[in-house]
């Protein structure tokens, strides 16, 4: 199987189906597509579910450079400059971080689904992710380009405590 139908046999939603599409297309016969090449009008319908995360050497941490105001909302505050360890829930953190990191070094790519718990909700929230490595201006493969989709959006007034029924799939990256 390619890397592409692989792909698009883990994606369930069909927005999280176009973000796969238009990444495979910039991508064209490369192994991982410029950031700059993602137009982000084929992907207006998206762009609240969207996020974007770098890998900072310095710190060893990746922080947030754009999330989209769905994104925002499921965690009660804007996302931009933050790093991801400072508002993911810290259990959902240390089963992410890894597969993050090895989506750049590899490169790979992540898909994630996942039943969250809020503070105050009263129902679950089904959420799926997918996670596609980026090359950034420095031309390192430093970026996470990411959209997330949930079956409903939390309350602003409640906030992702923990997450459950985790399943993280790790799809290697093959030449076209």
């Known amino acids: 199987m390619t890397t ?11 927005r999280l189906r176009l973000v796969a599409l ?9 192994l991982v597509p410029d950031r700059a090449d993602l137009d982000p009008a084929a992907l207006a319908s998206v762009l609240p579910h969207m996020w974007v995360n770098e890998f900072d050497t310095a710190t060893g941490r990746f922080r947030c450079r754009l999330a989209g105001a769905t994104v925002n909302a499921m965690y009660g505050v804007h996302l931009r400059g ?77 906030r992702v405590r923990a997450s459950e029924d985790l399943v993280i799939s790790f799809l290697p990256l093959t030449a076209p």
């Open 22 to 30: 238009t990444w495979l297309d910039c991508r064209g016969d490369r």
């Open 4 to 14: 592409s139908e692989s792909l698009l046999a883990l994606v369930r939603d069909h």
């Open 82 to 158: 933050r790093f991801l360890d400072e508002y993911l829930p810290p259990d959902l953190y240390a089963r992410l971080a890894e597969p993050y990191r090895r989506a750049l070094e590899v490169p790979g790519i992540v898909h994630v689904t996942a039943r969250l718990k809020g503070e105050t909700a009263e129902h679950d929230i089904v959420g799926e992710r997918l996670v596609l490595p980026a090359r950034g201006a420095n031309g390192l493969t430093d970026l996470l380009v990411g959209a997330t989709v949930y079956d409903v959006v939390m309350p602003a007034e409640d």
